[in-house]
């Protein structure tokens, strides 16, 4: 057990205060992680992009189609690109400045979804 009057410093087998688990070992998996959740984010708003967003909620086709398939799957696209530049952000910053970032990035991320599903919301009201 550490004194609390001994500094930080002196003992640099403690786990870094920063550090989103305190192991550094796992730090890059994390990181490799959060990188490719990213791309498979970037890869899904270029689907949507691309195909239309009939391709991504295939499930919901006997119960919901969308009104403008083209415009929703822009829109939708985009907000997957920018929920998947923020993933793969995260993962990178998050080796210094732990997790402070974390915390900010899924506040925006949280943003991100609620926006995706008022844009669906907004499709079915045909604007």
Do not use: C
């Amino acid at each position: 057990m550490v004194s609390p009057s001994k500094k930080h410093w002196e003992y640099p087998l403690l786990p870094n205060e920063n550090s989103i688990t305190g192991d550094e070992d796992r730090m890059g998996i994390e990181t490799g992680i959060g990188l490719i959740i990213g791309v498979f984010l970037i890869w899904v708003g270029y689907i949507a992009r691309t195909k239309g967003i009939i391709f991504l909620l295939a499930g919901f086709w006997i119960t919901w189609e969308p009104v403008n398939n083209e415009k929703l799957g822009n829109s939708v696209g985009i907000l997957f690109i920018i929920l998947g530049v923020l993933a793969i952000l995260t993962a990178i910053f998050s080796i210094w400045f732990g997790a402070v970032v974390g915390k900010i990035s899924a506040i925006l991320a949280l943003i991100d979804v609620i926006v995706i599903f008022i844009v669906i919301g907004l499709d079915q009201m045909g604007r």
